[in-house]
């Protein structure tokens, strides 16, 4: 009968025989399917895990500290965590067109993410033979079943290396659902902010920069962002939305008025869906006294912020991000 203690017993003992004495590396993205794979591969073979995880900078506020610190106090798991903020802002640097950014992104983001495995084989030695993925059963069905290895290729030249590492994979979530991978992290002790977590892009907030990606725009859209968050959590909506980006309009000025002036700012878009899978969604009917409130915040506490808008718009025709 399936329970979640059953769940993670099993899949700590499959962990265990797989691995064996050698040693596994996991990427953490903030989201729950890989820092769930990531705590139950911790469960089953401690320090012979480590964990990476890529500070790209377009993540938003407190999420990156919600890995560092709540992550690894919740499962002692190793970390290493990469400080790229400066490399993912100097790529982005004058590009707006999104799918200019999101390639820029990814790629950015193997890049890195190769470095850190070839330091973590530098420093573990050749046992690094594991990488653990957080693939669902949904994505297992889609992409037609297989369970494979993944190359990696040194052409950092990270000296003493050889040409072409090839990891096996450690997918310990394959048999589950999103609904029940977040018991299994419940189970094992993960933060509800983290299990709970609604979905996020991989390229984080730069699709949500609507023109070119800059470290004061992103500052300006993480508080936008954490005070539209802190409003819809504090009405009890967080199980009602699918989830709700927060866009920046980077590009667009209006006229305004605040205090003693006239004010020529930037507008903000309030995107909230209902959804069951993200391929249809619906824009959600949220309480105006929330909408108000937000909104209110917003102008009041972000600079250069002086209107708030919401999109009504279903998908399809719009999709769920703006980029
Ligand atoms: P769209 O905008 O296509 O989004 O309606 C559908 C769902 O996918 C998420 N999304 C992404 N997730 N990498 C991701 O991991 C991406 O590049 C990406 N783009 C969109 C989006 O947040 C929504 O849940």
């Given amino acids: 009968n399936w329970t979640t203690t059953n769940v993670v ?18 990427g953490l993205s903030g989201g729950v399917d890989s820092a769930v794979a990531a705590a139950l591969v911790q469960k089953a073979i401690g320090s012979q895990l480590t964990c990476v995880y890529v500070d790209h900078g377009l993540m938003r506020k407190g999420e990156t500290e919600q890995v560092e610190k709540d992550f ?3 499962t002692g798991a190793k970390l290493k965590v990469v400080d790229a903020e400066k490399r993912f802002l100097d790529a982005l640097a004058g590009v ?11 790629r950015e983001f193997i890049r890195v993410f190769e470095q850190a495995q070839l330091e ?3 420093e573990e030695g050749p046992e690094v033979a594991f990488l653990v993925q957080g693939t669902l059963y949904p ?36 048999q589950l659902f999103k609904d029940e991978v977040r018991m299994v992290g419940q189970e094992l002790g993960l933060p509800e902010e983290i299990v709970q977590r609604q979905p996020f892009p991989g390229p984080g907030l ?13 500052d300006l859209l993480r508080e936008a962002d954490a005070i539209a968050r802190e409003e819809l959590t504090a009405a009890g909506l967080d199980r009602d939305i699918w989830q709700c ?5 980077a590009d667009v000025r209006s006229v305004g008025v605040q205090g003693d002036g006239r004010t020529y700012g930037h507008p903000i878009v309030l995107r909230p869906v209902s959804s069951e899978d993200a391929m249809t969604a619906d824009w959600s009917r949220l309480p105006y006294e929330t909408l108000a409130r937000i909104s209110t915040r917003i102008t009041n506490e972000v600079a ?14 719009g999709t769920i991000e703006w980029e």
């Fill in 206 to 218: 730069g699709i949500r920069i609507v023109g070119e990606v800059t470290k004061d725009r992103l």
């Fill in 120 to 122: 973590i084989l530098q």
């Fill in 245 to 249: 980006p927060v866009v920046l309009l």
């Fill in 72 to 74: 690894v106090a919740a």
């Fill in 96 to 106: 707006s067109d999104p799918e200019q950014k999101r390639k820029i992104i990814g």
């Fill in 139 to 174: 994505d297992v069905v889609e992409s037609g079943g297989g369970t494979g290895t993944a190359n990696i290729k040194s052409h950092h030249n990270v000296g003493g290396l050889p040409d072409d590492i090839e990891f096996q994979l450690v997918e310990p979530l394959r």
């Fill in 304 to 317: 250069d912020v002086n209107r708030v808008v919401l999109d009504v718009t279903s998908k399809p025709p």
């Fill in 9 to 26: 017993e099993e899949q700590v003992a499959l962990i265990r025989e797989q691995v064996g004495d050698k040693r596994a590396i996991c």
